[in-house]
């Protein structure tokens, strides 16, 4: 694994700068540019904002009651509470009531209907946070409760959608299906997970003196947010400028989730003409914010004797709670990777998002990928069962290849090699065989323990799929003593994002990342600007801020060709120097000094940059298209060992060789995959959200939901980043996205587990085991196997 890059080394391809660039000597990849800050605790985040004495703060009132009608909602005694200064309901919005982020149907505070445990009723503003939440628990609160629909499998057969369902096809998937030597059928659950922040859901806004309002906020999207504000407000987008320095985390959960917030802190500021702070308490936050949608997939698929499949039929029904909200999007994504890595052959595949009373599930890295993987992997496992044959023996005949390189949504699929490369490589540095080999024995002779093996890939599609956001913007500024400032539409959530950006804007313009700063993202700004999701922060706001910095470089060149007298094709700069070449002489200008004389020669300094991703489209009506700009790849071997007696379990080693094209900066895409692959794990092994027959959600808090910790990392973890690999397409400097596709390749500790309970029956079975795989599940199904084995594996179904 490398851990120095050369910044300066001009990239491959149609994406490689002009000739004015030069190599610049190799330098050690920066490091996060808030790396000491967070360290030290002195990075700022929405709490340690500084706000003005009489700044007021925000306590929500939630319902108690998941499904009724509000029948009372008596406030009289909360108006009269020690320091509050506010109290608002629905009937106290000026502007639009629903703030519902592309279909309507998120109310900001209830009417008449209630639709979910922990729906917002109220708002308080008072003195201080201890006395709004006091005032809060005196509100009155009558609900007439109706029964509710918790089960997304019984609503999607009542129709209960929140969206149409959506179908994908290729070929005669039932001629398939009755053609085929073999056929197997099963069902999945596939939980949910929190998105567990460190920093929770917050906001500060300040009114101004344009009758506008000013929003610091925890958001990813602060465009959608500034949207939202000004349409419940009742003013134009212009009055609301919103902010983002950085967030305590998101991973989706503040895509669109966060804007409801800023939008009562914002309403409440404009209403008493006061600063207003508004931070959810954990438990609080828990309950009134959407999760990584539960689904329920079920898959009949036919396959051959060598287990390649021939085709079948899909189906991925997402628990999307009570309103749309991005679910439609997280459906089809989940179709989109219903097939992984895999040719399906001629199938269907088809997306049903069931209304729940639920809050709205929302966006958590990988946008409804991962659950899609979910149903194809455990069909890889039944298969190799059904057969006798190793899972990676049967995951490696059906992987992509020429010949089976199109995917049932129409994509073709590029750098098919390359997934058998991944493979391949870690099949052989992780001594995958002798190790299977090793763990065979050790099961025949152990009881009790059992130790599992598994080994699975990732192809995850790059782009977002509405195709509108795959655009950014960036605005260059150079002051006149050669310092740089550069602000982008993409928002820091720890992920190392701004870090790339300056990297870009160094690169392009020769000069050490020191002298570059990224500002807090700001929608005065940067306008109209994407979310900061679909992994695609780096490519789509490192392409905008290259943009701009090769804006100001040409005029630069220009500038200098003339006032220098220099030949304006042997021009370049490089190491902080503007540099000339003629014959073997070089003439170097000082960047101070050519900024500077540019500046007396009245060059703009200033640059707006843009980038649109070429080549995506996708047609609804026919669910074919190329919905992704490209594929990220990547490949885990996970071993685990497992009490069969208790379901306790130990994940002892995990193997990793992920693709990131040429890494932009390889500490932190190592990072990337180490911490996509942990929050997965969480959330098959650990993270179980637990729900009581009303509705109400019992793990609110880090006492009752457990995700990861340090003790929870494999004592020997390997991860390499895949090397000489470009990417195939014109990316920022041939590189590619890592936010979300290491997340996916925690399902080999899934199926490692699988397999160490598949020893209990000598392999010949694949048993059932829903996620999250908790020590309950695994004992269960452990249980199951040694009394009844024969009802833990799919049965081949007649044809």
């Known amino acids: 694994m490398r851990t120095l890059t050369d910044l300066s080394r001009p990239p491959v391809g149609p994406e490689a700068p002009d000739r004015h660039t030069a190599p610049a000597e190799p330098r050690q990849a920066p490091a996060h540019d808030s790396a000491t800050l967070h360290v030290t605790g002195r990075a700022r985040y929405l709490d340690d904002q500084p706000a003005p004495a009489d700044a007021l703060h925000v306590a929500v009132g939630l319902s108690p009651t998941a499904c009724g009608r509000l029948t009372q909602l008596g406030l009289d005694a909360v108006r009269r509470a020690p320091g509050v200064i506010d109290v608002i309901t629905v009937v106290d ?25 922990g729906q917002p009723l109220f708002a308080v503003a008072a003195t201080d946070f201890k006395a709004a939440r006091r005032a809060v628990a005196l509100a009155e609160v009558e609900i007439d409760a109706q029964p509710a629909q918790l089960d997304p499998v019984a609503a999607a057969e009542a129709q209960e959608w929140v969206r149409p369902p959506h179908v994908q096809q290729s070929g005669d998937w039932q001629q398939a299906l009755a053609g085929a030597a073999h056929v197997l059928e099963a069902e999945q659950f596939v939980g949910g997970q929190e998105h567990f922040y460190l920093e929770g859901q917050a ?10 309002v000013i929003v610091h906020t925890s958001s990813q999207h602060p465009s959608e947010v500034q949207k939202l504000i000004a349409e419940v407000l009742g003013v134009s987008f212009h009055a609301v400028t919103v902010e983002v320095r950085r967030m305590g985390g998101g991973f989706g959960g503040k895509e669109t989730q966060a804007a409801p917030w800023a939008c009562l802190a914002a309403l409440l500021a404009r209403r008493t003409g006061r600063a207003v702070r508004l931070r959810l308490p954990r438990g609080d936050d828990m309950r009134a914010t959407g999760k990584r949608h539960p689904f329920h997939n ?14 079948g039929d899909i189906t991925v029904i997402g628990d999307c709670g009570h309103s749309p909200d991005l679910s439609e999007a997280i459906v089809d994504r989940a179709m989109f990777h219903a097939d992984n890595a895999y040719s399906l052959g001629d199938a269907r595949v088809t997306g049903i998002p069931a209304r729940t009373h639920n809050p709205s599930n929302t966006a958590f890295r990988g946008f409804g990928g991962p659950q899609g993987m979910m149903i194809v992997e455990r069909a890889m496992d039944d298969i190799a069962r059904h057969l006798g044959e190793d899972p990676l023996t049967i995951r490696k005949r059906n992987l992509y290849r020429p010949g089976r390189d199109v995917t049932h949504y129409g994509q073709h699929v590029e750098q098919t090699a390359l997934l058998h490369e991944i493979v391949s490589r870690l099949e052989t540095d992780s001594d995958y065989w002798a190790r299977r080999d090793a763990i065979r024995t050790y099961n025949a002779s152990s009881p009790v323990l059992k130790k599992g093996l598994a080994l699975t890939p990732v192809k995850f599609g790059i782009s977002f799929t509405a195709k509108h956001l795959n655009q950014a913007g960036a605005l260059l500024h150079i002051y006149t003593d050669g310092s740089v400032m550069i602000n982008h539409g993409g928002t820091e959530m720890g992920q190392g994002l701004h870090t790339k950006v300056g990297q870009v804007v160094a690169r392009e313009l020769g000069l050490d990342n020191s002298a570059v700063r990224i500002s807090a993202t700001r929608t005065d700004k940067v306008p109209n600007t994407s979310p900061t999701a679909a992994s695609s922060g780096a490519d789509l706001n490192g392409m905008a801020a290259r943009n701009a910095a090769m804006q100001v470089r040409e005029r630069l060149f220009d500038f200098a060709a003339e006032h220098y007298q220099f030949d304006r094709e042997a021009i370049r700069l490089e190491n902080g120097d503007l540099v000339a070449s003629h014959g073997e002489n070089e003439r170097r200008i000082a960047w101070g000094e050519l900024v500077q004389a540019a500046y007396l020669g009245r060059v703009s300094l200033s640059a707006t940059g843009f980038y649109a991703t070429p080549l995506i489209h996708y047609d609804r009506t026919t669910g074919q298209g190329r919905p992704f700009y490209y594929y990220a790849h990547g490949a885990a071997v996970s071993e685990v060992i497992v009490d069969t007696l208790s379901g306790e379990y130990r ?18 895409d190592t990072g990337q995959v180490e911490g996509g692959f942990i929050q997965g794990m969480g959330w098959l092994t650990s993270e179980e959200l637990k729900w009581d027959a009303t509705g109400r959600l019992l793990s609110d808090g880090p006492a009752t939901y457990k995700i990861p910790t340090i003790g929870d990392t494999p004592p020997d973890f390997r991860v390499s980043l895949l090397e000489g690999h470009p990417n195939s397409q014109a990316s920022l400097y041939r590189s590619k996205a890592v936010g979300e596709p290491p997340f996916m390749l925690a399902i080999s500790v899934w199926s490692a587990l699988r397999d160490a309970l598949s020893s209990l029956a000598d392999y010949r079975v694949s048993p059932a085991l829903d996620t999250p795989a908790t020590p309950e599940r695994v004992l269960f199904a452990a249980q199951t196997l040694r009394q009844a084995p024969e009802t833990q594996t799919p049965a081949e179904t007649p044809q």
Do not use: M, W
């Open 93 to 117: 919005i000026p502007g639009k009531t629903d703030v519902g982020p592309v279909f309507p149907g998120d109310p900001l505070l209830a009417d008449a209907e209630v639709r979910y445990v």
């Open 203 to 212: 906001c500060l806004a300040l009114p101004n003196e344009d009758d506008g």
């Open 298 to 311: 079920r898959y009949r698929l036919g396959f051959d004797a060598q287990g390649v499949l021939t085709g």
């Open 651 to 668: 994940v002892t080693r995990v193997d990793i060789l992920h693709d990131v094209g040429d890494s932009l900066n390889p500490a932190i």
